[in-house]
Antibody
Framework: QLQLQESGPGLVKPSETLSLTCTVS??????????WGWIRQPPGKGLEWIGS???????YYNPSLKSRVTISVDTSKNQFSLKLSSVTAADTAVYYC?????????????WGQGTLVTVSS | QSALTQPASVSGSPGQSITISCTGT?????????VSWYQQHPGKAPKLMIY???KRPSGVSNRFSGSKSGNTASLTISGLQAEDEADYYC???????????FGGGTKLTVL
């Protein structure tokens, strides 16, 4: 059974960079059939797709966040990572890592449990 | 503001059917048969319920069905059960520059 687990600091200061890692178990991140992505959900609000990466390193970003987002992959560790720079309180959210279908980035069929990141001084 | 428009809330009694709409544009819902629906219970990760407009993943009850007409997709839940009370989100592929868009979510209350 595929499992995804987010890890990283739960508190980040304003203007700093948020960094999270997703560890994939029960399957290979190098599968040609899937993309791997990040989705976030501010408290009490809806879902927002942040971006996705293919095992080869090809990336796709939400245009509204593109200038601040970097997603990378480490196939040797079966992990992929998110960096979001210059954070503000508006970036406070539960961040989910997920698996997405190759070619179209949807549907999102496996999700991590999510990790709350709070932006505060 | 979300790219796809959903009603904020819907409700129904046990055993009834409800439908949640998801309105997009000709750039997303209307152009691709790639709408998916997710169920989210409080404090939990979303769960895929419908993909490619009307397909159900293995293990999802056949009480859940999806459809599309023009720029609007719909999720129908028949034979409502208490466990169906949750938030529901639609999602669509939106082309090679925007890629993925979500609806704002609909809170389903089972009366």
């Amino acid at each position: 059974q595929l499992q995804l687990q987010e890890s990283g600091p739960g508190l980040v200061k304003p203007s700093e960079t948020l960094s999270l890692t997703c560890t994939v178990s029960g399957g290979s991140i190098s599968s040609s059939s899937y993309y791997w992505g990040w989705i976030r959900q501010p408290p009490g609000k809806g879902l927002e797709w942040i971006g996705s990466i293919y095992y080869s390193g090809s990336t796709y970003y939400n245009p509204s966040l593109k200038s601040r987002v970097t997603i990378s992959v480490d196939t040797s560790k079966n992990q992929f990572s998110l960096k979001l720079s210059s954070v503000t309180a508006a970036d406070t959210a539960v961040y989910y890592c997920a698996r997405q279908t190759n070619g179209w980035l949807v549907p999102i069929d496996y999700w991590g449990q999510g990790t709350l990141v709070t932006v505060s001084s | 503001q979300s790219a796809l428009t959903q009603p904020a809330s819907v409700s129904g009694s046990p055993g009834q059917s409800i439908t949640i709409s998801c309105t997009g544009t000709s750039s997303d819902v209307g152009s691709y048969n790639l709408v998916s629906w997710y169920q989210q219970h409080p404090g939990k990760a979303p769960k895929l319920m419908i993909y490619e407009g009307s397909k159900r993943p293995s293990g999802v009850s056949n009480r859940f069905s999806g459809s599309k007409s023009g720029n609007t997709a719909s999720l129908t839940i028949s034979g409502l059960q208490a466990e169906d009370e949750a938030d529901y989100y639609c999602c669509s592929y939106a082309g090679s520059s925007t890629y993925v868009v979500f609806g704002g979510g609909t809170k389903l209350t089972v009366l």
